[in-house]
């Protein structure tokens, strides 16, 4: 039988695996554990806006990756209900961003996540945070395929 920790890790590269959004982004699995994820991605020119500043819809997506992993890490297939983001700081092209997913609540097949987006420093340790996230997520009561 296989322990939490290790569903959360097989569910994650299971999943990720047919991601081409998160992959044409240069999202990176970073960490998952139960209830638990971090993806990274680095902001590109052609993810910049009119302003020349990170697409408020890439910090999204980088944050929706991340609860898209935590609330699937304990081996249910389970979507998004909805989410809230409010945008603190804005990224730039060069910027390395990590998306930080916390399991908040779970009651039957209804989760509650909150995501922090930070800027990394160099040394990869996080620094500015540029967006809150807060997703509502809702299990199919079906196993994760191949799992």
């Known amino acids: 039988?296989?322990?939490?920790?290790?569903v959360a890790r097989r569910s994650a590269k299971?999943?990720?695996?047919?991601?081409?959004?998160?992959?044409?982004?240069?999202?990176t699995l970073e960490a998952v554990g139960p209830g638990t994820a971090e993806v990274s991605m680095?902001?590109?020119?052609?993810?910049?806006?009119?302003?020349d500043l990170c697409h408020g819809g890439?910090?999204?997506?980088?944050?929706?990756?991340?609860?898209?992993?935590?609330c699937n890490s304990h081996g249910e297939v389970t979507v998004a209900a909805g989410f809230d983001v409010t945008f603190l700081e804005?990224?730039?092209?060069?910027?390395?961003?990590l998306a930080?997913?916390?399991?908040r609540a779970?009651?039957?097949r209804s989760g509650l996540y909150d995501v922090t987006v930070f800027r990394l420093f160099p040394d990869g340790t996080p620094g500015d945070v540029l967006a809150e996230f807060r997703g509502r997520s809702r299990s199919l009561g079906r196993p994760?395929?191949?799992?």
Request: no cysteine.
């Open 1 to 6: 039988m296989p322990d939490a920790e290790d």
């Open 106 to 108: 779970s009651r039957g």
């Open 14 to 27: 299971l999943m990720l695996a047919g991601d081409d959004a998160s992959r044409a982004l240069g999202i």
């Open 144 to 147: 994760i395929p191949g799992l």
């Open 100 to 103: 930080r997913a916390v399991e």
């Open 58 to 70: 890439l910090i999204a997506t980088l944050a929706d990756t991340a609860f898209a992993v935590a």
């Open 90 to 97: 804005s990224g730039r092209a060069g910027d390395r961003l």
């Open 42 to 51: 680095t902001v590109r020119p052609d993810m910049t806006n009119g302003w």
